[in-house]
T-cell receptor, first 111, second 117 residues
Framework: DGGITQSPKYLFRKEGQNVTLSCEQNLNHDAMYWYRQDPGQGLRLIYYSQIVNDFQKGDIAEGYSVSREKKESFPLTVTSAQKNPTAFYLC??????????FGPGTRLTVL | DQQVKQNSPSLSVQEGRISILNCDYT??????FLWYKKYPAEGPTFLISISSIKDKNEDGRFTVFLNKSAKHLSLHIVPSQPGDSAVYFCAASERGAGGTSYGKLTFGQGTILTVHP
């Protein structure tokens, strides 16, 4: 079954701790993305990667870091520098102009 | 600077009637538009898209209309069903920018659609 998996679905962390969100896809898509959703707002782009070992900042990259060592994987690290990390994080991938497909999301709560 | 706006936070419609969701954009470089449906705590699901070379695209009960001069698009759902109740997001991208920036989408704030039986 092809798709995008994100784990865990819910994540709790203490303030000041770094945390890494997992995203894996078996769709053979070249491009992968991380978006963030806050209540009452649309999705905002954090980082994206068009090819392995390459990635670019999106609109709200501050306080986040990513890596793209494998085509299938695009983990996102939320660092202690991110001022307001509590949000719903969505990973996505795409291959063509046919569209972008989203994973189920991870809700991160910083206590 | 909100480049994509959905000015109606919510919409309530009776089952069987038409639902019309609206979206406005300001960036004239946007040339591809998409609508997504989202349930709470889930990822968005792609519904329908339209290229700027068209003014209408239809897929079953869903039709998207694009008015480039007004920088406005709308999603029509006919007939509306209770299962359509969800948050609907409009999104836009600059496919003409080249590269593989397919997923660099700018989203509106979303409209909560409620379809009553």
């Amino acid at each position: 079954d092809g798709g995008i998996t994100q784990s865990p679905k819910y994540l709790f962390r203490k303030e000041g701790q770094n945390v890494t969100l997992s995203c894996e896809q078996n769709l053979n898509h070249d491009a992968m993305y991380w978006y963030r959703q806050d209540p009452g707002q649309g999705l905002r782009l954090i980082y994206y990667s068009q090819i392995v070992n390459d990635f670019q900042k999106g609109d709200i990259a501050e306080g986040y870091s990513v890596s793209r060592e494998k085509k299938e994987s695009f983990p996102l690290t939320v660092t202690s520098a991110q001022k307001n990390p509590t949000a719903f994080y969505l990973c996505a991938s795409s291959k063509s102009f046919d569209g972008i497909f989203f994973g189920p999301g991870t809700r991160l709560t910083v206590l | 600077d909100q480049q994509v706006k959905q000015n109606s936070p919510s919409l309530s419609v009776q089952e069987g009637r038409i639902s019309i969701l609206n979206c406005d954009y300001t960036n004239s470089m946007f040339d591809y538009f998409l609508w997504y449906k989202k349930y709470p705590a889930e990822g968005p699901t792609f519904l329908i898209s339209i290229s700027s070379i068209k003014d209408k695209n239809e897929d079953g009960r869903f039709t998207v209309f694009l008015n480039k001069s007004a920088k406005h698009l709308s999603l029509h759902i006919v007939p509306s069903q209770p299962g359509d109740s969800a948050v609907y997001f409009c999104a836009a991208s600059e496919r003409g920018a080249g590269g593989t920036s397919y997923g660099k989408l700018t989203f509106g704030q979303g409209t909560i659609l409620t379809v009553h039986p």
